[in-house]
């Protein structure tokens, strides 16, 4: 997807960080949304699935409708599905009428791309009620970001990689211009103005980077630090941390496997406005 000169429509929520790399990314996604009526974003808490869907969608070309989002964190009940969608998409529900008829109908001639955040927890309402507006709505496009794919029909399910990491032994630039050294930088410099990556800490803040497999939640939760702790300091910290999620069991797999459980949980864990707030503002604890 070539990025146009001009800027892009903006009917969805603007971060107030920058967005960070991922331009092969939102190539490859941007085509696919294309081509495919349902693409799902899929990935642990934490990977980028909602921060790509926006770019993506923000970047798309315009369509006479959208593109809009329905965010579904927040919501905890597989029964309210459909006021869900009404109510982000503006739709007004007409009384004694079964909501899911008006929503259907009100976007029969829709013509536009509509992203579906967080369907995980509510993943087989969702994918019954996607599955029903595609096949209603002909001119309608999903993109939906949800930790497992919905298996609807169609769907194109597309895992989100981490953010790219310096190989090792990677010279000072390229160190520089891995996505994961990038948003470790700029989210230091948000909590310690004058943090700077130099010849003498890049090979700590790669280390770090790499120990949190590229996933850019987790970068965030440790640049976070920096203004209370060095760079060394946080290094051992995630060093005890996983010595104490895994209780001495050092296998690389385990490893991973226990950081993005400890990433879903953590996020997991905070309420839906401190989410979002997260979300917005890219700020942990
Ligand atoms: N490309 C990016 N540029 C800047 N920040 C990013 C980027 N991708 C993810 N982030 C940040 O990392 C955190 C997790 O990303 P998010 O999209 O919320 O993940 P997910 O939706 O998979 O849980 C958020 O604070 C988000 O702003
Ligand atoms: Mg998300």
């Known amino acids: ?10 009917a969805l929520p603007v971060h107030a960080s920058r967005f960070i790399g991922r331009q092969r ?31 993506v969608a923000a970047w798309a070309p315009r369509k006479r409708d959208g593109p809009c989002l329905v965010e579904l964190a927040s919501l905890s009940e597989a029964g309210l599905l459909p006021h869900a969608f009404a109510s982000a998409l503006e739709i007004r529900e007409v009384q004694a009428r079964p909501v899911l008829d008006t929503l259907q109908e009100r976007l029969a001639g829709y013509e536009g791309l509509i992203v579906v955040d967080n369907c995980e927890h509510l993943v087989e309402a969702c994918a019954e009620l996607v599955d029903r507006l595609l096949r209603h709505c002909p001119g309608l ?3 939906a970001t949800s930790r497992e794919p ?22 000072m630039r390229d160190t520089m211009r891995a996505e994961s050294v990038v948003l470790f930088v700029e989210r230091a410099r948000q909590t310690a103005r004058q943090f700077e990556i130099t010849a003498s800490n890049a090979l700590q803040v790669a280390a ?7 996933i850019p939640l987790a970068i965030e939760l440790a640049a976070a630090r920096v203004a209370v702790l060095d760079l060394s300091s946080i290094g051992e910290k995630l060093d005890d ?13 385990q490893r991973q496997r226990t950081l993005r459980a400890a990433v879903d949980w ?9 989410r979002q707030l997260f979300d917005r503002l890219s700020v942990f604890a």
């Open 1 to 10: 997807m070539e990025r146009p000169a001009a800027h892009p429509y903006r």
């Open 241 to 253: 941390r996983f010595r104490f999620l895994t209780g001495g069991l050092r296998t690389a797999p």
């Open 150 to 171: 919905l298996h609807v029909d169609g769907e194109v399910a597309w895992q989100v990689p981490t953010f790219s990491l310096p190989q090792d032994g990677a010279s």
């Open 25 to 55: 990314e939102l190539a490859e996604v941007g085509r696919l949304v294309g081509r495919s009526r349902l693409v799902t974003l899929t990935g642990a808490a934490g990977s980028g699935k909602t921060r790509l869907a926006l770019e």
């Open 141 to 143: 496009t999903v993109l």
């Open 208 to 214: 770090i980077c790499r120990r949190l497999d590229g």
């Open 266 to 274: 953590s996020y997991d864990l905070l309420t839906t406005a401190e």
